[in-house]
């Protein structure tokens, strides 16, 4: 069996808020330690999150249940019209996630038959309490930068890999198979690697750093240009001269796809790609202008693939 860190920080905040509640001899102190145990999440952002919602969800609770125990007396019928009101108003206003909390605590009004000023602060208090050393062991989170980084790694490998292999396939249909599986591969590390960096970014409290969860977000836009561009090599058929560019090209982008790449040599090399087929000759056959199309069309795909990272890079240096 095995005791996560998120266990640990829900068992000891949970035994916490409840010391702490009892010591300022509150009632029904084990309602902190289960708040306690509701709100310890994932990460530090939505911690935060999570605290002050359940406290607006107990404020907007405490004056329906007000208003229903006052008119309709303390009994099961005020506190089933206190939950046909409470549920749509804290659906409307977004504070579902306390509905359960707070109508636990609403109940206690209900069984002490008091709604004075001492027993909501009461309620108040157990709530900040429970939720307050949720936050608190959720401040520590343990840094994942390192992994990110070598999840860089791995990423820029594998693109590296097939754009070389597919610089080697030009022209020799049947091979695409396993370079779409590569790419699938490919895709799914990215995805792993976008959900590590979404923790990373909602662990910050104190600053706003959004770089891995934009970088990974770039490469997946990037393994699906890759995607389109396996699709058009299945079609194509040329002399061998015709590819001869391209395939060069695939190779120098294998050799400098690297994070730190703006990709503006790249796309100057594409611009004289483009210039160089301008000046070959026409195409003779219907045959020999299809395949000419599907090559400019797969130039055109590699281009959006390297403008990817260029904007990518420019968005990052104007921050």
Request: neutral net charge; aromatic residues 10%; hydrophobic residues 45%.
């Amino acid at each position: 069996m095995k005791i996560g860190l998120r266990t640990i920080k829900t068992a000891v905040s949970a035994t916490l808020a409840m010391i702490v509640a009892e010591s300022l001899g509150l009632l029904y102190p084990a309602s902190a330690g289960i708040i306690s145990v509701l709100s310890v999440t994932n990460t530090k952002k939505t911690s935060v999150l999570t605290g002050l919602y359940r406290l607006l969800s107990l404020a907007l609770a405490t004056g329906i249940a007000y208003v229903c125990f006052s008119l309709l007396g303390f009994n099961p019928f005020a506190f089933g019209v206190y939950l046909l009101l409470f549920i749509p108003g804290a659906v409307y206003f977004k504070l579902s996630d306390g509905i359960v909390v707070s109508s636990v605590l609403v109940t206690q009004y209900l069984v002490e038959k008091d709604l004075s000023f001492a027993i909501i602060g009461n309620e108040f208090l157990l709530m900040t309490i429970g939720v307050g050393f949720a936050l608190l062991m959720n401040l520590y989170m343990p840094d994942v930068e390192k992994r990110l980084k070598e999840d860089q790694e791995v990423i820029e490998i594998m693109f590296r890999k097939i754009l070389n292999n597919m610089a080697a396939h030009l022209n020799q249909h049947g091979k695409e198979r396993n370079l779409f599986e590569s790419c699938d591969e490919l895709k799914s590390f990215i995805r792993t690697g976008e959900n590590w960096a979404k923790k990373h970014a909602e662990n910050q409290l104190l600053s706003s750093n959004d770089y891995y969860l934009d970088y990974f977000t770039m490469r997946r836009m990037q393994s699906n240009s890759l995607r389109d561009m396996l699709r058009l090599l299945e079609k194509i058929t040329v002399e061998a001269e015709q590819v001869e560019n391209i395939e060069k090209l695939l190779h120098y982008t294998a050799e400098t796809f690297a994070k730190n790449n703006d990709g503006q040599e790249i796309l100057d090399r594409i611009a004289q790609v483009y210039e160089a087929y301008r000046q070959k000759e026409l195409p003779k056959t219907r045959e020999e202008f299809e395949n000419r199309a599907q090559l400019f069309q797969l130039l055109q795909v590699f281009e959006s693939f390297i403008q990817i990272k260029a904007e990518f890079a420019k968005h990052q240096n104007e921050k």
